[in-house]
């Protein structure tokens, strides 16, 4: 009786271990490969606009390969079936990718678009039968805690294969070998998500379940999906992604183009966000535990609007390492928490097919504000008169920097208080939560005391309405 009693716990911790190194050897394709793809992209004299639709378009149709995947969850009663094929489609999509942009180079970057179309949609048809699963196998009293380090650890793993992809690329560019040098990087990316479908492969699928299609219609719809606690956040969800992917394909254009970043600079900039999320990641954890998803969502609500901004104010390199440690610190709460959030508002049998609602309508969102801040790249003036007076700024990338943190604060403002937790959790008030992650590092006090000291009275009192 204790060894049958015992074995749906082993079987789950065994998964639950699988799944750490699945998310290792995942981490490692992101380090030196899709971090690197709009860099390449600009090796491959990539316009602008062309970098926007690049970081747009792929997810996009990527997420609609979501709902086929609860389509096929229905039509074939498979879930781990689907996360393989789809896994290995997205490891299989980094050899076109290699090759194919290096044998046409008259439409490289056309040809680079299209594979990373391939490799989303890989992702993407994976997606939603590994949320199903993932949400039967990590028991709720853990979740919170068990993501976080999950995602610690692609973190971890992600600044170190980032920074050694860094430097790789450095010395390759430094002996007039770049091309060669994001070959080596892609060619690792691939292998290390070969190493990923295995770990997938090994985890247990529980019985009985599968990410299914189902029609959210029928008597009273209409009148229920206006009262959606569901409905409501991923439209904020979206919204927030609008507002962000104005500016956040670009930054990678402005370091690389505009402030001529070497590729060690480039890679130093963009690990510093991914190290703050590191070491601030299973914090977050415990206090969406304890305390719910929502007040962290309105905690990193008070920076994100803030982070393009701060751009506009120095091009200074170590003023720019210090803004990415804030980035970090706030993106690590909020898309833990926003995720987190999805489980808790979702019922299981109805999973597959609202995640895939939602991220199609996020993907929307980032195509809708990349092509918005190409445009606006492309287009903006590098002067202009106001008052009386002649402002002149260094890139037209400053002015869509400024678009994107109004559009954030508007966004953040309007609707983060209409949001409501959905589970039973301690309360407690935005100024303690501050407190208890500023206890992880001392960047974290200094940015939320200057931030949150402004903000957190009329925050406060505009969230209890």
Not at 152 to 180: E, K
Request: hydrophobic share 50%; aromatic share 12%.
């Amino acid at each position: 009786m204790s060894a049958t009693s015992q074995a749906p716990d082993t079987q789950t911790e065994k998964s639950l271990d699988h799944s750490i190194k699945d998310a290792g050897a995942y981490a490692v394709m992101i380090g030196v490969g899709e971090t690197y793809l709009s860099a390449f992209a600009l090796f491959l004299k990539a316009s602008t606009p062309q970098i926007g639709l690049l970081a747009s378009l792929p997810p996009l149709l990527g997420s609609i390969v979501q709902l086929m995947s609860a389509w096929l969850g229905r039509w074939t009663g498979q879930r781990k079936a689907i996360v393989l094929i789809g896994a290995s489609i997205q490891g299989f999509a980094w050899l076109p990718l290699i090759t194919l942009p290096l044998l046409f180079p008259d439409y490289a970057v056309e040809m680079l678009i299209g594979c990373v179309v391939l490799y989303h949609c890989g992702a993407h048809l994976a997606a939603p039968q590994w949320g199903s699963l993932m949400g039967d196998i990590v028991p709720e009293r853990r979740r919170g805690r068990f993501f976080a380090r999950r995602t610690q650890i692609v973190s971890l793993v992600t600044f170190v294969s980032l920074t050694l992809g860094g430097l790789t690329l450095h010395f390759s560019n430094a002996s007039g070998f770049t091309r060669i040098g994001f070959v080596a990087l892609f060619s690792i990316a691939m292998i290390a998500r070969t190493v990923s479908v295995y770990h997938l492969a090994k985890m247990h699928d529980p019985t009985g379940h599968v990410a299914a299609m189902e029609v959210p219609v029928g008597q009273g719809w209409w009148q229920r999906l206006r009262r959606s606690n569901f409905v409501r956040f991923s439209i904020f969800f979206a919204l927030v992604q609008f507002s962000v992917s104005i500016a956040s394909p670009f930054f990678t254009v402005y370091m690389l183009r505009d402030l001529h970043y070497s590729y060690v600079a480039f890679t130093a900039n963009t690990g510093m966000a991914i190290l703050a999320q590191f070491l601030t990641l299973n914090r977050w954890g415990r206090i969406s535990d304890i305390f719910g998803n929502r007040r962290i969502l309105s905690a990193t609500g008070i920076i994100i609007p803030l982070l393009p901004l701060m751009w506009t104010f120095s091009s200074n390199f170590w003023y720019l390492l210090l803004m990415q440690a804030a980035s970090g610190l706030a993106w690590a709460g909020f898309t833990l928490s926003a995720s987190n959030f999805l489980y808790d508002l979702i019922a299981r049998d109805k999973r597959a097919t609202y995640l895939a609602i939602h991220n199609v309508l996020a993907a929307l969102g980032i195509l809708a504000g990349a092509m918005l801040g190409g445009y606006l790249g492309s287009h903006l003036p590098s002067s202009f008169e106001m008052l009386g007076r002649t402002f002149t700024w260094s890139s037209p990338l400053i002015g869509v920097f400024l678009i994107s943190a109004f559009a954030r604060a508007l966004i953040v403002l309007l609707l983060v208080p209409k949001i409501r937790e959905v589970r039973n959790v301690r309360p407690i008030s935005l100024s303690n939560l501050i407190f208890r992650v500023t206890r992880v590092n001392a960047l974290a006090g200094v940015f939320f005391e200057v931030v949150g000291s402004k903000s957190k009275s009329s925050k406060d009192s505009a969230e209890e309405k």
